[in-house]
């Protein structure tokens, strides 16, 4: 009943909101472009009809200006565009040479000079670079960049390792990238042309890999999004699909790599021969085409990748020999004979149905097959497992004109993936057998993602945005619908652990046959089903305040509606979960342009974001719910019922008890996390390529979610350090519900501040990479508890007994500055810029040239992420690696402070020459640009 109501009362939101006025500011895969005509006095100059052509397919849209001299020509498909101005009694005006990328507003003020019509004043020149329409903190990558910087892993998403306030490490193959942005970590909203490309189970997960042969551009934003971009507190990352032009234009390439152009993994224990060296082929072969099928009304555009790799030399088996042959095992190779075939394929196309109406449809599908997929090490051919992995994308847009002032743009979309794993032609029989330090063999089981494990999420997603041009006003309102649908089947898993290959050759000979040291096995139902619902509106203006003032303003509200939960659980938490209604989440942005010279914009921002859904953590609350449909057994060799070394419980022996269970839960008090952005922002154009900027920003995030035990009581005894030690067994005076074990429940109970200062500059035709980071750079802690992305994990974080409110820390730190290596040799970012050359080949034919690369240096400092718990809610476990010590004092946020004498000179001198630049601009003085420094003297 209570979902209902919820329901209702967003259906009548959109019933509300869609009769108000909204804006359209941040497009999610087109473009605007806008501005003011006036005559050589200044004065501006009503009903002039403005004509802005694409010059790739043809395709024109006629504006006409308002009693304020103002047009706005939205919801534009990406490329070249050429503006043309008109009106009885003065010369007709002409822009060429403009570009237009994903959600860029592009500002081109027509002036006209009286005369004849059939004379013409021509402007011919790129974009401007500083875009004084632009709010959010992002960046485009266009075709060119994408394509040819060097990124050996040819994986498009750490392009986003670029951008300002975002860290992480970049992934090698086509997984994903771990990002920190604003102090969230793997908090990202991942989109493609606009729809939803996020996995929704777990955080920060992209739901289909791209190719560089399906993206035009990439745009990434950390702040300032506008309300019709929402369920992320990170960043939001857009991959625009190309589309054809009226020329018919292809390409294709061919990249390898062998194995005597690879050195011997670490780590390789054998002999360092040639024989011995695991094989390394990789063969990528991409190909695209795409142009008219009639021209200047249906384009089509096709690509496709296949990507072999031989991963063995990602899996070195350390088994010896002689343990090998001393448990029976067969001789093993060097290492897994893993192999990885990747393939993608798109298909594209825009049809102009009229002057009012443009229709896009556009299919993607990835499949990854991959044999023999599991890591080496003690890990035998027997254990592994033949991996699939496939998704697909069909979406649809529609965008009408209805006249001079009213716009729809209408999108749909079903996306899926499908994982799976089989047993593989090398895979073993029975039980799995686990020796500790010698060997893991047996059954290719050990897991419920192994043998068995079969995964599929599909999204239905229904997108409807109309916009509203009213005076100084471009007003837009939309709603977004998901409904998610998610199945799952468990591998059921039996294991043996042994201590040492005597133990398991005395079980295996039958003259002990309970050696080992203990046994585990999941039994039950391993299939499960859950149906979401993700319901989403905005409301925002984008309103031109005065000619050199830019305002974005509006609300977003989302709700999530979870599946309904089993009455009959026998845990009260488990009978019904909470669904937050509260997550309005108000924004503003502004733009100045202070001076006359239109090269300098202040940009400002603060709002409100939410956090995405958390699938896993109602998917474990199912399956875990202590009823129980699917359970663990854990046993010794002197448990009651232990089976004898091979033997499993699928048919328990007679009185054998079930062992007292861990159950999983959300807290009933459960709020999806939020954060309070705030940005600001001045940027300067420096001569005709280069600009700089400074920023800041500061997040606050709440109600972040953490995993709690809350089912232990009365420790008996403490340790060294002060922490309490807890009765292994169950029973009333150790536990709260003693017909449970543990209790993992997810509450929504930590706090993370972060700030942090940014300088970026940058130049149209290089790209040059630096940052100051004030720690040692090393991979990311990954410990269950300390990562925000826990609430997928079983390992609960504990509270110290005693602890004052607030008095001690729960750690969700971002990971350390980190930008990708792409294709730079290891180090070369450590000490100061690293110069990523150009190809010749690459390199702009002329100044004029538009689609140039970017040079852009960064600074960033601050703190990233830290999350404090904000009171004591539970007790303490010693048997937990993520417990933190008794009485440990709150330790506020620490600014990290520049020291002169650490910093190398060239890199003081960077530091100077841009503070310098950066007081110019806030002075406003004349011939600011001056002559920049060259590469490699910065």
């Not at 304020?68 to 009694?89: D, H, K, N």
Request: proline share 7%; hydrophobic share 35%.
């Amino acid at each position: 009943m209570f979902r209902a109501v919820c329901v209702g009362v967003f259906s009548a939101l959109l019933l509300i909101t869609a009769g108000r006025p909204v804006l359209a500011q941040s497009q999610a895969a087109n473009g605007n472009i806008e501005g003011t005509a006036r005559d050589s006095s200044g004065a501006v100059l009503p009903g002039v009809t403005v004509t802005i052509s694409n010059t790739d397919t043809g395709a024109q849209r006629v504006a006409v200006t308002n009693e304020q001299g103002i047009y706005r020509a939205l919801l534009l498909p990406l490329g070249a565009y050429t503006v043309s101005a008109e009106l009885g009694g003065f010369k007709k005006f002409e822009q060429t040479g403009l570009t237009l990328s994903a959600g860029q507003t592009v500002v081109v003020d027509v002036v006209l000079s009286v005369g004849g019509v059939t004379e013409v004043v021509s402007v011919s020149g790129e974009s401007p670079v500083v875009d004084t329409a632009k709010i959010d903190s992002g960046r485009n990558l266009n075709e060119r960049e994408v394509k040819n910087l060097p990124l050996v892993s040819r994986n498009p998403y750490n392009f986003a390792l670029v951008q300002p306030g975002v860290s992480g490490f970049e992934n090698p193959e086509f997984g994903v990238p771990r990002f920190a942005a604003n102090g969230t970590l793997v908090r990202v909203n991942y989109q493609i042309d606009g729809n939803t490309n996020t996995q929704k189970d777990r955080a920060g997960l992209r739901l289909l890999p791209v190719s560089e042969v399906m993206v035009q551009e990439v745009k990434v934003v950390t702040s300032g999004y506008a309300p019709e971009f929402g369920q992320t507190m990170g960043l939001v990352y857009n991959a625009i699909t190309p589309s054809g032009t009226n020329v018919f234009k292809g390409s294709g390439s061919y990249r390898f790599r062998n194995k005597n152009f690879s050195a011997f993994p670490y780590p390789f224990t054998r002999p360092r021969t040639e024989e011995n060296k695991p094989d390394t082929k990789i063969r990528t072969y991409t190909a695209e085409i795409g142009g008219p099928i009639v021209k200047d009304r249906m384009h089509f555009f096709g690509g496709f990748e296949s990507t072999y790799r031989d991963l063995s030399g990602q899996s070195v088996i350390t088994i010896t020999p002689e343990n090998a042959a001393r448990i029976g095992l067969v001789a093993q190779p060097s290492a897994i004979p893993r192999e990885q075939t990747a393939r993608f394929y798109i298909g594209k196309a825009d049809y102009q149905l009229g002057q009012g109406h443009r229709l896009t449809g556009r299919y993607i599908h990835f499949e990854n097959d991959s044999p023999n997929n599991i890591g080496g090490a003690l890990n035998s051919t027997e254990v592994s497992t033949d991996f699939i992995d496939s998704m697909n994308s069909s979406a649809a847009q529609v965008v009408s004109t209805f006249g001079a002032s009213r716009l729809n743009e209408f999108r749909v979309q079903f996306a899926n993936r499908h994982q799976a794993r089989s047993e593989s032609a090398l895979s073993g029989t029975g039980p799995q057998i686990r020796i500790a330090g010698v060997a893991n063999f047996g059954g290719p089981n050990m897991s419920t993602t192994d043998a068995g494990f079969d995964f599929k999420q599909e999204i239905w997603q229904i997108v409807d945005n109309f916009t509203w041009l009213r005076g100084n006003h471009s007003v837009k309102t939309g709603f977004d619908a998901q409904f998610i649908h998610d199945s799952r089947t468990a591998s059921l898993f039996t294991v043996y652990n042994f201590a040492s290959v005597d133990a398991y050759l005395a079980a295996k000979s039958g003259s002990n046959p309970r050696s080992y040291t203990n046994f585990l096995q999941l039994l039950g139902n391993p299939d499960f089903t859950m149906d979401t619902k993700m319901y989403s509106a905005f409301v925002q203006d984008d309103w031109r305040v005065t000619p050199n003032v830019k305002m974005v303003f509006g609300v977003r509200y989302d709700l999530y509606d979870y599946p309904a939960a089993d009455a009959n659980s026998p845990f009260e938490y488990n009978r019904d979960f909470a669904t937050d209604t509260n997550n309005w989440g108000p924004r503003v942005g502004v733009a100045w342009t202070p001076f006359s010279d239109v090269r300098t914009v202040v940009r400002a921002s603060t709002g409100i974001m939410y956090d995405q859904p958390l699938l896993a953590a109602y998917e474990l609350a199912f399956q875990n719910s202590g009823a129980p449909s699917r359970f663990q057994v854990t046993l010794n060799p002197t448990s009651a019922g232990a089976p004898a070394f091979p033997g499993t419980l699928n048919n328990p022996p007679p009185g054998f008890t079930l062992p007292t269970q861990s159950i999983s839960t959300v807290d009933p008090a459960f709020q999806v996390a939020r954060t309070f952005q705030n940005n600001v922002q001045i940027e300067r154009g420096l001569g005709r390529d280069f600009s700089t900027s400074i920023g800041f920003v500061y997040v606050k995030g709440y109600n972040l979610p953490v995993i709690t035990d809350i089912n232990l009581i009365n420790p008996v005894g403490t340790l060294g350090d002060g922490r309490p030690i807890f009765a292994t067994a169950v029973n009333a005076g150790t536990r709260r519900f003693p017909q449970f074990n543990h209790i993992n429940s997810v509450e929504s109970v930590a706090e993370s501040p972060r700030h942090a200062p940014h300088f970026r500059r940058h130049r149209r035709g290089a790209l040059i990479l630096y940052r100051w980071r004030p720690r040692a750079e090393r991979p990311p802690e990954r410990q269950p508890g300390r990562d925000p992305d826990a609430v997928q994990q079983r390992t609960a974080v504990h509270r110290p007994v005693g602890q004052r409110s607030e008095s001690g820390r729960h750690e969700q730190r971002s990971p350390p500055e980190r930008r990708p290596q792409l294709g730079v040799p290891p180090g070369a970012l450590q000490h100061g810029p690293a110069i990523l050359p150009i190809h010749p080949d690459l390199r702009p034919a002329a100044r004029g040239d538009h689609r140039r690369m970017e040079e852009h240096l960064q600074y960033q400092a601050g703190l990233g992420g830290e999350s404090h718990v904000r009171r004591e809610r539970r007790r303490d476990s010693d048997g937990v690696g993520a417990d933190r010590r008794q009485r440990v004092p709150r330790r506020e946020p620490r600014h990290h402070r520049l020291r002169a004498a650490s910093v190398p000179a060239r890199v003081q001198a960077v530091l100077l020459r841009s503070w310098e630049l950066g007081a110019r601009i806030l002075t406003g003085k004349k011939g600011e640009g001056g002559t920049p420094p060259s590469p490699t003297s910065s």
